[in-house]
């Protein structure tokens, strides 16, 4: 075992960039392998739902064919996880598609290893009629007809089906849904340097050069892995790293900065130390590993809640806004009763109608504490329903009672909100939600995930 | 008295996941993080009046490795939900800027 390994993270999320420079100056450290996260929950369920993707294909492009031709021209492997936002298998192959595309363009050749992490319904039936699915925190009621409405679902991998494709020879390797640790975590394992120091690393590496003092654009990471501890140090010279900065990032989209649950086991950060080895590098040494009594995968799974229509107005007279919310309450009812009137008793149970009012509580909805209102509000109305066609529909008679909706200041027809487009209603497409937060105890780590190889 | 944002380096809110909502109080120095910690200004009860939850579903831990603070509680609504408001959950820590710390 050589005394240590260099990694370098390419970006917090690839698509979103970072600078060509920075991953030169990098190159020339001579990292062990190039790892990158292409995934997030963080945007929201459209994107298991629907399996499109958080960036354009032109964005990935950019970024995998600078890390593709520095992995190659250095003979060093390339990691990618959750491949184009929720890591479906439609995204991995797009992924993969775009892979093929550098390859040919840039004479590049390579094993290329996918790790395909898309879940069959009957086994995960299966597993839950056996008690093998358990709920986490705050999780919705799962049942076989939540999983039969799924549109995806997906399981996050842990490191064993990374090493599993690097012990395979795979020089590049695009994963589906995966852990954003273990993107960084597999090949220091696999050489076995300390679990505890690696899936450290692996935590403030995950996110770029999310763990320096001023992020001023995403960017390259670079960390030195011994067995003891770890230096990280930004290879972008306009960035710094502290303790600080460093031990900070364990706050980051962790519910605590102490622990970071894996597939195989916890990282414990509580006896971590922080220490500046110079005015941009910290040493980080002292967690602690415990691995896992079960080895169990986390499921994320979205479901089709309907298909919205959206009006975009604004209110700027100061009569209807003295009175606004006994206005729009008025105005929501009336909307109603047109619905009704138009669409018959039976539409009731078929769609829903919203309204978020900005400058009011558009950010915080019923939690809002301040009740004050501006000289002018935003409403944005919003229907939800099984087809577009029904949701646009039902929308158009909103827009006509909405628009003149009136107050008993003024006489004569008012046109009381302001729409910016015509057409006012706007079809936003499908909405999806999540609905599991839940593990599954797999028989083995690679039960649950598909690998193949190919020569590009 | 000071308000929180005067003394914090960075107060936030993010999502830990889609079924949970979570605060990070970056303060800056550890002197003021220290006496806000200590006065528990920043309490399960706080959270539980204004995010209107039970004090059991608040955790709050203190992390003195970076001089902050750190709420997590259930999200109010599943990110992207139809009745979500903040997909990111980025700007729920509104009510968070103004307290008084001693």
């Not at chain 1, 319904?121 to 299966?126: A, D, M, T």
């Not at chain 1, 403030?204 to 990471?221: F, N, S, T």
């Not at chain 1, 628009?403 to 004569?412: A, D, F, I, L, T």
Request: charged share 25%; hydrophobic share 40%; glycine share 8%.
């Amino acid at each position: 075992m050589s005394a240590e390994v260099r990694i370098l993270s390419a970006t917090g999320i690839l698509g979103s960039g970072f600078r060509e420079e920075t991953l030169n100056r990098a190159m020339a450290l001579h990292p062990d392998f190039i790892g990158a996260d292409s995934g997030s929950t963080d945007p929201g369920p459209y994107y298991l739902g629907s399996g499109e993707t958080l960036f354009s294909d032109s964005a990935y492009k950019r970024d995998l064919r600078l890390i593709l031709l520095a992995a190659r021209a250095a003979k060093i492997p390339a990691i990618i996880g959750s491949a184009c936002t929720a890591g479906t298998d439609g995204q991995l192959d797009r992924l993969a598609g775009i892979a093929r595309e550098i390859a040919r363009e840039e004479k590049l050749s390579f094993k290329l290893g996918t790790i395909r992490s898309e879940q069959d319904k009957g086994y995960l039936k299966q597993k839950l009629r056996t008690g093998k699915i358990t709920p986490l925190a705050n999780a919705p009621v799962l049942d076989e007809g939540v999983i039969e409405r799924s549109a995806h679902i997906v399981g996050m991998c842990g490191i064993e089906p990374y090493i599993e494709a690097l012990q395979n020879g795979a020089d590049v390797i695009l994963a589906g849904r995966s852990s954003d640790t273990s993107i960084f975590s597999a090949l220091p394992v696999m050489k076995g340097f300390n679990p505890a120091t690696v899936w450290h690393m692996a935590k403030i590496l995950e996110c770029g050069a999310a763990c320096v003092v001023l992020r001023k654009y995403p960017d390259c990471m670079f960390a030195t892995v011994t067995n003891d501890h770890f230096v990280v140090e930004p290879p972008n010279p306009e960035y710094r790293c502290d303790p600080v900065s460093v031990a900070s990032h364990n706050l980051y989209e962790n519910s605590t900065p102490y622990e970071l649950i894996e597939p195989s086991g916890v990282l414990n950060t509580f006896h971590a130390k922080y220490e500046a080895v110079s005015d941009r590098a910290v040493r980080v040494s002292g967690s602690t590993f415990k691995p896992a009594h079960r080895y169990t995968i986390k499921l994320e799974g979205a479901e089709l809640a309907g298909y919205q229509s959206l009006i975009v107005g604004s209110v700027r007279d100061p009569v209807i806004l003295h009175q606004f919310n006994s206005w729009l309450d008025g105005l929501m009812k009336a909307a109603r009763d047109r619905i009704r009137s138009v669409f018959g008793p039976d539409i009731e149970r078929q769609y829903r109608f919203d309204v978020r009012v900005f400058g009011k509580n558009a950010a915080m909805g019923k939690l809002e504490p301040e009740t004050r209102i501006g000289h002018e509000v935003g409403l944005l109305f919003q229907v939800t329903a099984e087809t577009q066609e029904l949701a646009t529909a039902l929308m158009k008679s909103v827009g006509h009672i909405a628009v003149h909706y009136p107050v008993p200041e003024w006489s004569g027809l008012i046109t009381s909100i302001a729409y910016p487009y015509s057409p006012p209603e706007i079809a936003r497409g499908p909405s999806y939600r999540f609905n599991m937060n839940h593990v599954v105890e797999p028989a083995s780590p690679l039960e649950m995930f598909r690998i193949g190889y190919e020569n590009v | 008295m000071a308000k929180l944002w005067q003394v914090a380096k960075l107060i936030r809110s993010k999502n830990s996941g889609p079924f949970e909502l979570t605060f990070d109080v970056i303060f800056k120095d550890r002197g003021t993080y220290e006496r806000a910690r200590d006065a528990k200004i920043i309490s399960a009860e706080w959270f539980a009046k204004t995010y209107r939850l039970s004090p059991d579903a608040v955790s709050v831990i203190h992390y003195d490795a970076a001089s902050a603070i750190k709420v997590t509680i259930p999200r109010p609504v599943i990110s992207g939900d139809v009745d979500d408001t903040d997909v990111f959950g980025g700007q729920q820590y509104g009510p968070l800027v103004d307290l008084d710390v001693p």
